[in-house]
């Protein structure tokens, strides 16, 4: 009995690391560039990672949202570039900033929209669908700009540049908005909820009464609205849209929100502070090897290191789950 009490404890344990690593590996490198780069811990550096992290956060949300339900999303890239490009073609052509950002944020709902019509509608699965459309939407945007850059005019640099009383970087308060409204639609709505319940379970969802299409529909075009508004608070820190960009960023989403706790198998996760964690962690890589000039060969292998250690950390995770339910299962049998 005593050794049944102590594996239950055990397992706990090791389930509750397992949900508290992000948080363990961010403190880890946070003191290890603070240590290899008296640079990395200054006021100035962390206001930089804030706002280099503010579109990968954004756009790694709508990939949370998209995981809950039991999804996956491959486009956002694309979405991201075509909400850029479309931006851009708008505000060289002189028009209102207003117009440019309502129309590109809503070109971005309008293709997670067509995601969401094959996905919940026709039901394909949705890793085929969305690596069609990543390809179908770098198309369109290599249509939109001829293939060349454009510089931006200074209207949407302002995005990027903008701060609120001086102080709040605008990218850095439009990705809070963000979290912060997707974390109360999660936590706080019966939408949030039935969002989990597809995702644990899609039958005994459908049981229950949840209109599962129209939730799995919802989130992929949550997901196109976050990657839209992700494009043009990224194309509005760099101030020109080149032909590759957005390129790969889905991948990163994917690895931020994994990081963050969201699992790859749906119906476990959290925004906040979950998906923001995990976006900073992916970011902090970056910048804490450019401060600490490191070999620029080595980041896409620490990167890669990264993603490995989140699809890791998310199948212990699982396996530490079921294994309590078993344990669970088995003691109400046996009661």
Not at 67 to 86: F, T
Not at 119 to 124: I, N
Not at 259 to 278: C, D, H, K, M, Q
Not at 308 to 324: G, I, M, P, S, Y
Request: proline share 4%.
């Amino acid at each position: 009995m005593r050794g049944e009490a102590g594996g239950r404890f055990g397992e706990r344990l090791m389930l509750g690391f397992l949900r508290r690593a992000p948080a363990v590996l961010f403190a880890v490198l946070v003191i290890g560039f603070s240590i290899a780069s008296p640079a990395f811990p200054t006021p100035r550096n962390l206001v930089n990672l804030l706002i280099q992290a503010s579109s990968a956060a954004i756009v790694a949300t709508g990939m949370t949202l998209v995981l809950l339900a039991g999804g996956i999303d491959l486009s956002v890239g694309s979405i991201m570039y075509i909400a850029a490009a479309l931006a851009g073609k708008m505000a060289l052509a002189g028009e209102p900033l207003a117009t440019v950002v309502t129309l590109a944020i809503l070109a971005g709902a309008a293709f997670g929209a067509v995601n969401a019509v094959f996905v919940a509608r026709a039901q394909m699965m949705a890793f085929i669908v969305t690596l069609a459309t990543q390809y179908a939407g770098r198309g369109i945007g290599l249509r939109m700009t001829e293939t060349r850059a454009m510089n931006l005019p200074d209207g949407i640099l302002r995005i990027g540049t903008a701060k609120l009383f001086g102080i709040v970087p605008a990218p850095v308060l439009i990705a809070a908005a963000v979290l912060a409204a997707a974390h109360v639609l999660v936590t706080r709505t019966t939408f949030g909820r039935q969002i989990l319940a597809v995702g644990q379970d899609r039958e005994a969802a459908r049981k229950a009464g949840v209109p599962v299409r129209r939730i799995t529909a919802a989130v992929y075009i949550l997901c196109g609205l976050c990657a839209a508004i992700a494009g043009l608070v990224s194309v509005a820190q760099l101030g020109a849209v080149s032909p590759t960009f957005g390129l790969g960023r889905e991948f990163g989403a994917i690895a931020a929100a994994v990081l963050g706790g969201t699992s790859l198998f749906g119906g476990r996760g959290a925004v906040l502070p979950g998906t923001l964690l995990g976006a900073l962690l992916i970011q902090m890589i970056d910048n804490g090897l450019n401060i600490a000039d490191a070999d620029p060969y080595s980041y896409p292998l620490v990167t890669a290191a990264a993603i490995f250690l989140a699809v890791w950390l998310d199948t212990a995770r699982e396996a530490r789950l079921a294994a309590l339910r078993r344990r669970r299962i088995r003691t109400e049998e046996g009661f």
